[in-house]
């Protein structure tokens, strides 16, 4: 059968490019989105996709099931990937837009991936590599909800390696800086659904926030293409010794040593004119 991967959000962007990166190199890929209509697409390319909602526990357990059928209880690796952004500033995001964000992009990761480690323990090896991004290493404005869960996974992830030691499992951070994909479009709805920005304080600020939201304006300086985080998870994933973390696209390197070497107020000084 190969060598075995469930990637989660294979929709579009960097999920998508990676099924399809991996299958081309002999992985068996389980590609999940968390809509059917993207599954039947995946399916008519000849992968084995089935949905997978993070909000969703017993869809996370479903899916694992599904895929765990398929491989006979085994599986090399789990590529975390799955996850949407809510535009908006800090004093805007209500409880429940933090409560949604952190249930896809952080909770779901979490229980995967807990549920994944005892099929990796019993057979003595796997790969868990985690999607971050530069907004887990900085947080730039208007961004704070998807920051903070980058921030925490981050954390979890670190901790999550240091106790995996010995195990033969291995876990992995990458972080994109950008990279083309739809997380714009999708935040729209999020956006829409959970900031009252026409009664902020903040309001005349958000004319600049909602014309980069809602009008598609080219790639951003520094953008890459998907298959750049594809390359690096290639890497994590077949190599020996893979490294803990692995950064993508330019902006990724210059804020992972800003961070190291600027004093907070000089750092804040440098994000704020990004």
Known sequence: MG??????????????????????????????????????????????????????????????????????????????????????????????????????????????????????????????????????????????AYVSTKFAMEGLSDVLRIEMRGTGIHVVLIEPGPVTSRIRENAISHFEKWIDWENSARAPEYAALRGRLYESRGPDRFELPASAVTAKLIHALESPRPKARYYVTTPTYLMGVARRILPTRALDWLIAKA
């Open 3 to 144: 060598r075995t991967i469930l990637i989660t959000g294979s929709s579009s962007g960097i999920g998508l490019d990676a099924a399809r990166g991996l299958r081309a190199r002999g992985w068996r890929v389980f590609a999940t989105c968390r809509q059917e209509k993207d599954c039947e697409t995946l399916r008519a390319e000849g992968f084995d996709s089935f949905t997978l909602d993070y909000a969703d526990e017993d869809s996370v357990a479903a899916a694992l099931e599904e895929t765990l059928s398929r491989t006979g209880g085994t599986l090399d690796a789990l590529y975390n990937n799955g996850a949407f952004a809510c535009p908006g500033a800090v004093e805007d995001l209500p409880r429940g837009a933090l409560r949604a964000i952190f249930e896809t992009n952080l909770f779901g990761y979490h229980d995967l991936t807990r549920r994944v480690i005892p099929v990796m323990r019993a057979q003595g090896h796997g790969r868990i590599i985690n999607c971050s991004s530069v907004l887990g290493l900085v947080g730039l404005q208007w961004r704070g």
